[in-house]
């Protein structure tokens, strides 16, 4: 694995991070949108950032540290109300799963990896699951563009309904993120597998890892792509490969968001005592 490593192309590794960073960008737009939906003023620039942070610290230490307590830290500070923040981070959570579900349904149904037969379900059980999600990211999408009743109790909390237009939106851009993401790992694998097969099995290994619960599906991703890759790649370049791209994605991307949360966290301080005059 270090020796494939050490031989990587410079080109394969600028195009892979090229590709990161333009997930991450896109991902940090996702609150934009809860943004518009929710009404709330604050700048654009600190919502983006704000989600930057929160979603590498989610992809690295998982969802409840980064996803919704960081959050609802950096957002209260800014000082939005705790109903703002859930319905924020609800609607930037709709726009990643629903995009993955029509994605991972269109994926699953027309270009159906491969499954091991120890697993638990069969490609043609998986199949049938693509349907399942395909059906479910239309019926999102229904609901939203034609629902006479525009809001939803969840969890005592009411939720109004999204227009049909940014609904459309929101699984357009969620989508495109886990499409950039497969992209990262296309480009790592050297373009030597096709990318629907390298995309399909992302998607796998992603609800792999939030089944299991493990921080940054650590040992998950490498497992389902060693087990559904194997045969067309020899097992130590895929391990490099997702090596490369646990560095490009989850790793770098924390030095950063650590430095801006060590920023804010700064920052909130000497709002909080100000030097005496």
Same mark, same amino acid.
């Not at 959050?71 to 609800?90: C, F, N, Q, W």
């Not at 379900?121 to 525009?150: D, E, H, K, M, W």
């Given at each position: 694995? *270090?020796?494939?490593?050490?031989?990587?192309?410079?080109?394969?590794?600028?195009?892979?991070?090229?590709? =990161?960073? %333009?997930?991450?960008?896109?991902?940090?737009?996702?609150?934009?949108?809860?943004?518009?939906? %929710?009404?709330?003023? /604050?700048?654009?620039? @600190?919502?983006?950032?704000?989600?930057?942070?929160?979603?590498?610290?989610?992809?690295?230490?998982?969802?409840?540290?980064?996803?919704? =307590?960081?959050?609802?830290?950096?957002?209260?500070? +800014?000082? /939005?109300?705790?109903?703002?923040?859930?319905?924020?981070?609800?609607?930037?959570?709709?726009?990643? *799963?629903?995009?993955? +579900?029509?994605?991972?349904?269109?994926?699953?149904?027309?270009?159906?990896?491969?499954?091991?037969?120890? *697993?638990?379900? @069969?490609?043609?059980?998986?199949? #049938?699951?693509?349907?399942?999600?395909? %059906? #479910?990211?239309?019926?999102?999408?229904?609901?939203?563009?034609?629902?006479?009743?525009?809001?939803?109790?969840?969890?005592?909390?009411?939720?109004?309904?999204?227009?049909?237009?940014?609904?459309?939106?929101?699984?357009?851009?969620?989508?495109?993120? *886990?499409?950039?993401?497969?992209?990262?790992?296309?480009?790592?694998?050297?373009?030597?597998?096709?990318?629907?097969?390298?995309?399909?099995?992302?998607?796998?290994?992603?609800?792999?890892?939030?089944? %299991?619960?493990?921080?940054?599906?650590?040992?998950?991703?490498?497992?389902?792509?060693?087990?559904?890759?194997?045969?067309?790649?020899?097992?130590?370049?895929?391990?490099?490969?997702?090596?490369?791209?646990?560095? #490009?994605?989850?790793?770098?991307?924390?030095? +950063?968001?650590?430095?801006?949360?060590?920023?804010?966290?700064?920052?909130?301080?000497?709002?909080?005592?100000?030097?005496?005059?």
């Amino acid at each position: 694995v *270090w020796s494939t490593l050490r031989s990587y192309p410079r080109a394969s590794l600028l195009g892979a991070a090229a590709l =990161a960073a %333009t997930s991450l960008l896109l991902y940090s737009c996702f609150d934009l949108l809860g943004r518009h939906y %929710t009404g709330h003023r /604050l700048r654009a620039p @600190s919502v983006m950032l704000v989600t930057f942070t929160s979603y590498v610290l989610n992809l690295n230490l998982g969802s409840l540290v980064g996803g919704v =307590a960081l959050r609802y830290r950096l957002y209260s500070r +800014l000082g /939005l109300p705790l109903g703002v923040i859930t319905r924020v981070m609800t609607m930037s959570m709709l726009t990643n *799963w629903m995009g993955y +579900l029509v994605l991972g349904g269109f994926v699953f149904s027309f270009f159906t990896p491969g499954l091991p037969p120890t *697993w638990k379900i @069969s490609s043609g059980g998986l199949q #049938i699951l693509g349907f399942v999600l395909l %059906t #479910i990211g239309a019926a999102y999408l229904a609901l939203c563009a034609f629902s006479p009743r525009r809001s939803l109790m969840l969890r005592g909390h009411e939720l109004a309904l999204p227009s049909g237009q940014l609904a459309l939106l929101q699984v357009s851009l969620g989508a495109l993120n *886990w499409m950039i993401m497969g992209g990262v790992v296309f480009v790592l694998l050297q373009q030597t597998i096709a990318y629907p097969a390298v995309l399909s099995v992302l998607l796998v290994a992603a609800v792999a890892g939030v089944i %299991t619960h493990v921080p940054a599906g650590l040992g998950v991703l490498e497992a389902v792509f060693v087990a559904l890759l194997s045969h067309q790649l020899p097992q130590h370049e895929l391990l490099a490969a997702l090596v490369a791209y646990r560095v #490009i994605y989850y790793l770098a991307p924390l030095l +950063l968001a650590a430095l801006a949360l060590l920023r804010m966290e700064m920052q909130a301080k000497a709002m909080a005592h100000p030097a005496k005059a």
